[in-house]
């Protein structure tokens, strides 16, 4: 089939994936009072059905999360007649304040949190009619926080209908306290299952995963989401099924509304996004780019060398300069290791030119603006708040300078496979190392490697594209700025104690 005629079916497909999945995901919020509001400096969306009131659920997401993560359950909710008030922790999302305190002590970082969140409480129980009192739905780390917070509250005479943790673990749940508790758990949360299941047993010794146990005043139930792990069971059917039928069972309501199902929708989306690209990436003016495969002697040291010296400076005194967990730190071990892969193929380093630079901009500007757009609106926080810019221009001095090294390293387009596999792993094996090399200060680096995975996946086919056009240096370019950008706005802010 000729080039333009794929072009543009490719184009045709995908402008229809993005218009379907921007309706149904548009169509989600039709009939909702949707409202962003201030709660002291933190912000919070509030959503209900158009002019109604109902029990009131405050919704929190987890760590390096948003209230946007957790839109099925604001949506699913809200739908059903409840009024949902969700925000962001501080650090995260939109919220300007850092987090703080000592992320290892109850008394520290978590007790700061769950000041946060009672004082997201206080305002919700201004809005609340129910008798029951308010309701709290939280993911992963926000489980703990909310639930502290729950006993906090009722010991001041707070009324807490119910507490739904998803993902959740918390060493504050004891036989009597809290009286109403849903837990959801994913299939593939092997680590999370067995405390949940022990939490459930305190009311029935013999119970298991899907049932309901009562003990005086008190009851329980832990669910198990089929298919999914950590993220994915933010959008399972299964899971916002149950948690509406505990809701509508707390609050002694009946409806028919059903789960409110937008993951599948949101993928469409970002596809769509992505792969419209591609034809438009073809319309960038094409220069000779005679790639040749560095031998493969090179390719391993180019590959071996960084891994082993990148994780070395894990052994310096820490530097922190940054206002995010481990971003200092991962902005040098980025410039290292692109550095040391430059200085490896150096020889294969191509110069810059007005063709590298259009092809750069484009890419960061699809990456960041167009694909960042659609994940904001839909799935995660990624548009900065003003104190996270100067953070994003800091991580770019080692972003770029790892992503143009990437590109040369894997073959800046035409790279094979098992190359390109092999490059990409090497990162996600020094930056583990690191973390074994200084546990407590770099454990953090753990949780962004799902986020490079990702990022390889999709940012990684339209650096592809680029370099197919423009050359190694445009993709490098490029994404550099594009991963920069997605670890500035997503990992959260932390001032030191």
Not at 135 to 160: K, N, W
Not at 222 to 245: C, F, I, M, Q
Not at 460 to 482: D, E, F, I, N, T
């Amino acid at each position: 089939m000729p080039s333009p005629v794929r072009n543009s079916i490719l184009c045709i497909v995908a402008l229809l994936s993005i218009g379907l999945s921007v309706y149904h995901l548009e169509r989600a919020r039709a009939g909702l009072e949707t409202s962003v509001v201030l709660i002291g400096d933190t912000p919070a969306t509030r959503y209900r059905l158009n002019n109604t009131t109902g029990p009131v659920v405050v919704v929190a997401h987890g760590f390096a999360g948003s209230r946007q993560l957790m839109q099925a359950y604001s949506l699913t909710l809200a739908k059903a007649g409840y009024d949902v008030i969700a925000f962001d922790f501080e650090g995260h999302g939109r919220n300007p304040v850092p987090m703080s305190g000592d992320v290892t002590a109850i008394d520290g970082t978590t007790r700061l949190l769950v000041e946060e969140t009672r004082r997201v409480i206080a305002v919700a129980n201004t809005l609340n009619t129910s008798e029951q009192g308010i309701s709290l739905l939280g993911h992963s780390m926000a489980t703990d926080v909310i639930l502290r917070a729950a006993l906090d509250e009722v010991d001041t005479g707070t009324r807490i209908a119910t507490i739904v943790g998803i993902s959740m673990f918390s060493q504050a749940i004891n036989r009597t306290e809290p009286s109403s508790l849903l837990i959801i758990n994913g299939q593939w949360e092997g680590r999370l299952r067995e405390p949940a299941l022990e939490q459930l047993q305190l009311l029935k010794p013999d119970a298991l995963e899907g049932e309901t146990a009562r003990l005086g005043d008190v009851v329980r139930r832990v669910v198990v989401a089929p298919h999914v792990e950590h993220v994915s069971v933010l959008y399972s059917s299964k899971a916002l099924n149950e948690t509406l039928a505990w809701m509508n069972m707390t609050y002694g309501r009946r409806g028919d509304t059903e789960a409110i199902s937008i993951g599948g929708w949101i993928l469409l989306l970002l596809a769509g996004i992505v792969f419209l690209f591609k034809p438009l990436a073809q319309l960038l003016p094409r220069v000779p780019v005679h790639v040749q495969e560095i031998p493969l002697r090179t390719f391993w040291i180019a590959v071996l060398l960084p891994t082993f010296i990148a994780p070395m400076i894990a052994f310096l005194p820490a530097v922190e300069f940054l206002p995010v967990l481990v971003a200092d730190y991962l902005m040098m071990h980025l410039a290292l290791f692109g550095l040391v892969q430059l200085f490896v193929v150096r020889l294969w380093l191509p110069g810059v030119n007005w063709q590298a630079i259009a092809g750069s901009l484009l890419l960061a500007l699809w990456g960041i603006v167009v694909f960042g757009f659609a994940l904001d609106r839909y799935a995660a926080s990624f548009l900065p708040t003003a104190g996270r810019l100067a953070i994003v221009l800091f991580l770019c001095a080692g972003t770029v300078l790892f992503m143009v090294g990437d590109n040369l390293v894997s073959g800046a387009g035409y790279g094979r496979l098992w190359r390109r596999i092999v490059a990409r792993f090497a990162l996600i094996v020094s930056l583990a190392a690191a973390a074994a090399i200084d546990p407590d200060r770099l454990v953090f680096l753990l949780l962004i490697l799902p986020v490079l995975i990702l990022f390889y996946l999709v940012h990684g086919l339209m650096g592809r594209w680029v370099a197919r056009q423009s050359g190694p240096l445009a993709a490098g370019l490029g994404l550099g700025l594009c991963l920069a950008w997605a670890l500035g706005v997503s990992f959260p802010l932390f001032d030191a104690p």
